[in-house]
């Protein structure tokens, strides 16, 4: 099964100022930040590699009740997840699952990700956030 790194998400408080760090390492190709209303963030992406397709995806909490809220109020800002982009969602779901691994959050549509990069909406989703456990 085809399995490639899509982008590397970081919550931070700020997405203007956590942004000057890449700028100042020469990481300046960035989106816009999107607003995402179903995951309570705003969220903006960085191109990482020459190839453009990785990205890190900076991540700002919308509110209080914002999942990313209380991670960033535990534990500060950093790495929050990575995303894989799969040929099948529901494949290698049900092969995680086999394995023994448990899903903690189901996939959902992700708005930031789509309108920083299908602005014609005519593309689905590939990319959908997985938070998983092993249960051993």
């Known amino acids: 099964m085809k399995l490639r790194l899509n982008h590397v998400g970081l919550v ?4 203007s100022k956590f942004a000057e760090l890449f700028r ?3 990481l300046d190709d960035m989106t816009e930040p999107q607003p995402d209303p179903i995951q309570m ?3 903006s992406f960085i191109t990482a590699e020459p190839n453009k397709e990785v990205h890190i995806e900076l991540l700002e909490p919308t509110s209080e009740n914002s999942p990313i809220a209380g991670f960033l109020q ?3 800002e ?3 997840h990575l995303c894989f982009e799969v040929e099948s969602i529901d494949e290698i779901s049900k092969s995680l699952l086999e394995k ?3 899903m903690v959050s189901p996939p959902v549509k992700c708005v930031g990700y789509d309108s ?7 593309r689905e ?8 456990k092993n249960t051993d």
Do not use: E, M
């Open 100 to 102: 023994g691994f448990q």
């Open 116 to 122: 920083s990069f299908w602005d014609d909406g005519t």
């Open 12 to 15: 931070v408080s700020n997405i």
């Open 125 to 132: 989703t590939k990319i959908s956030f997985f938070a998983w």
């Open 41 to 43: 963030v705003t969220a």
């Open 24 to 26: 100042a390492l020469g």
């Open 78 to 80: 950093g790495l929050h």
């Open 74 to 76: 535990k534990k500060g």
